[in-house]
């Protein structure tokens, strides 16, 4: 789960990391009372969306004059921005967040994340701040430093010695650094995080360290122990048939094509993509209903993919093991009276009572077709959906 800026900084102003003075809003009727609050030389106006590249799109924009930070907020709330990290449509703008502006000396980059390979948490820092930091790292790797924290032990002060030396900081600094990754390191067990990023770490005219921006991603499997962490959830930041199916136990994600997939089992719904796109299609959904999946299941994923008004054919392939196929064939003929689906939908099912499956879905006078094997399923949905793409 992704959370906005403004509530990252709640979180880090909890823990002790040290961030501007900033006001979150979604009016700029109180802009006046917020500039009372925040008095200062000048002021950054920042879009809250869940997505990076805001700046090279419009989403922050700096200005020191009280008159024209208001015109800013009303330009900005209830438009959609569109970054590099959205699609063309881009995300909501509902809220905004109002700093003050800090003299900036120097931008570092720190962030903390769970590394597959080592199956560690590791920090992450660069002395190349501001940058995307998977450029730094294929252009410049010598300026990453990695720290890899023993779960035992947990992370150790000589750790945020090594990264302070290798960002160049001295003195005072030292210490600074060391309680924002204190901070982070207790954020990320304590809530359960799996990332957090501060891009920019900023230092400031004066040697103060700042987040000037703060990134956190938590761990969908952990939020039922958070529910303060779960009142930050933005459903009109993420994409509404992904809401939908999470209500109904479907793993869901929307994609670009015109083919609709339903499968039972995430690796089964990868190769069944894969072999879409093979034949030329292009899927329209990863949708996996499940190994334990049933009429009202079906239904619902039914709904979901027919909810995009892109998808001309519906390739559903379903294994039976737990369920039987008689059970799932009879799921898919009530679903599809149901929904009244309309477009043809190609149907593959192998497993326990494979037979009597098939059998149920052979001359019923709807717009469906049964197939026994995968690879002609996928050739005939692409073709029912308008041949190749």
């Known amino acids: 789960m992704n959370i906005h800026e403004y509530q990252a900084k709640i979180l880090f102003r909890d823990y002790g990391i040290p961030v501007p003075d900033g006001i979150a809003t979604n009016s700029s009727t109180n802009v006046s009372e917020i500039t009372d609050k925040l008095s200062g030389a000048s002021w950054v106006v920042k879009a809250q969306v869940h997505a990076g590249g805001r700046g090279k799109a419009g989403g922050v924009k700096l200005t020191s004059d009280s008159g024209e930070l208001k015109t800013i907020v009303d330009s900005m709330i209830g438009t959609r921005l569109v970054t590099h990290q959205t699609d063309g449509t881009g995300l909501p703008v509902n809220q905004v967040l109002i700093e003050l502006t800090y003299p900036i000396a120097r931008e570092l980059y720190l ?10 948490m590791i920090f992450i820092a660069s002395a ?35 990264v302070a030396y290798a960002l160049g900081l001295k003195g005072s600094q030292h210490k600074a650094l060391q309680k924002i990754m204190f901070g982070m390191f207790n ?112 239904c619902e994923a039914f709904k979901l993919i027919l909810s995009d008004t892109n998808v001309k054919a519906v390739l559903v392939n379903i294994f039976g093991g737990i369920v039987k196929c008689d059970v799932i064939a009879q799921g898919i003929l009530e679903a599809i009276k149901q929904v009244h689906v309309t477009i043809p939908v190609v149907v593959r099912l192998e497993g326990t009572n494979v037979e009597e499956g098939r059998a149920l879905l052979s001359n019923t006078g709807l717009n469906l077709y049964a197939s026994e094997d995968l690879a002609h399923a996928a050739e005939q949905a692409v073709a029912l959906a308008g041949g190749a793409a």
């Open 187 to 298: 954020l990320f067990i304590e809530k359960d995080a799996s990332q957090i990023e501060i891009n920019p770490l900023i230092v400031t005219d004066n040697g103060e360290l700042l987040a000037l921006d703060a990134k956190i991603n938590f761990d969908d499997n952990a939020l039922a122990l958070h529910p303060d962490i779960v009142s930050f959830k933005d459903p009109e930041q993420e994409d509404a048939r992904e809401n939908i199916a999470q209500q109904f136990g479907l793993n869901y994600i929307t994609l670009d094509g015109t083919i609709g997939c339903m499968v039972n089992g995430a690796g089964l719904a990868m190769a069944t993509m894969d072999l879409v796109k093979l034949k030329g299609g292009k899927p329209a959904n990863f949708l996996d209903v499940g190994g334990g999946t049933n009429v009202e299941k079906v």
């Open 111 to 120: 962030s903390l994340v769970v590394d597959r390979n080592s199956e560690r």
């Open 128 to 162: 190349a701040g501001g940058m995307d930091i998977e450029t730094v790292a294929h252009e410049t790797p010598d300026k990453i430093k990695t720290v890899i924290i023993n779960p035992i032990t947990g992370l150790q002060a000589y750790q945020c010695r090594n």
